[in-house]
């Protein structure tokens, strides 16, 4: 099989892998009620409705256009259709953020929230870097080696060898013409 295959239930083609097997959950759940459900008995088939609109058992357009097909057949059989609940969507079909007031609202509210934490953490950069630069500079000035430093370290350690050696050998020529 297709992954594209993969991705097709009852009619509908998913982004994901895991949308389509949640889609193949939901249209085993459809046959489900319909194999084990009584459509004779409407105040039954109301109750299953309104719970599984309550436990949210259904997530996908196969599950929720079977539930309007329960919506229809309850309507066909008398029952008022105040009393039937709507199939809540939570969840948008649209990018138009300007057209959506209480979106815009939202994000209005929270702008000073962001400007402060910004301002803070620009704040905080700011020390750690100066404290960065101060760590350099004790680093260069120690009088310990250590990595920035290694090589002046060890090039003044080797000429102060050099100078005690020809130190020590013009004192034994000196000695030596002496006697």
Same mark, same amino acid.
């Given at each position: 099989?297709?992954?594209?295959?993969?991705?097709?239930?009852?009619?509908?083609?998913?982004?994901?892998?895991?949308?389509?097997?949640?889609?193949?959950?939901?249209?085993?759940?459809?046959?489900?009620?319909?194999?084990?459900?009584?459509?004779?008995?409407?105040?039954?088939?109301?109750?299953?409705?309104?719970?599984?609109?309550?436990?949210?058992?259904?997530? &996908?357009?196969?599950?929720?256009?079977?539930?309007?097909?329960?919506?229809?057949?309850?309507?066909?059989?008398?029952?008022?259709?105040?009393?039937i609940?709507?199939?809540?969507?939570?969840?948008?079909f649209?990018?138009?953020?300007?057209?959506?007031?209480?979106?815009?609202?939202?994000?209005?509210?929270?702008?000073?929230?962001?400007?402060?934490?910004?301002?803070a953490?620009?704040?905080?950069?700011?020390?750690?870097?100066?404290?960065?630069?101060?760590?350099?500079?004790i680093?260069?000035?120690?009088?310990?080696?250590?990595?920035?430093?290694?090589?002046?370290?060890?090039?003044?350690?080797?000429?102060?060898?050099?100078?005690?050696? &020809?130190?020590?050998?013009?004192?034994?020529?000196?000695?030596?013409?002496?006697?």
């Amino acid at each position: 099989m297709d992954d594209k295959d993969d991705l097709i239930v009852g009619g509908y083609r998913f982004a994901t892998l895991a949308d389509a097997e949640t889609a193949r959950q939901d249209s085993k759940r459809v046959k489900n009620l319909e194999d084990n459900l009584d459509y004779r008995k409407p105040n039954s088939v109301l109750q299953i409705y309104h719970k599984a609109l309550d436990t949210k058992i259904f997530q &996908t357009p196969i599950g929720f256009s079977y539930l309007i097909k329960m919506q229809e057949h309850l309507k066909r059989c008398g029952i008022e259709p105040e009393s039937i609940k709507p199939v809540p969507l939570n969840m948008t079909f649209t990018n138009k953020t300007e057209a959506n007031r209480s979106i815009r609202r939202s994000i209005a509210a929270r702008q000073p929230e962001y400007k402060g934490r910004f301002t803070a953490s620009v704040c905080i950069n700011i020390i750690l870097i100066l404290m960065i630069i101060a760590m350099f500079f004790i680093s260069l000035n120690s009088e310990r080696p250590n990595i920035i430093n290694y090589r002046r370290a060890i090039v003044n350690e080797y000429s102060q060898w050099e100078q005690e050696l &020809t130190e020590r050998e013009r004192m034994v020529r000196e000695a030596e013409n002496g006697y």
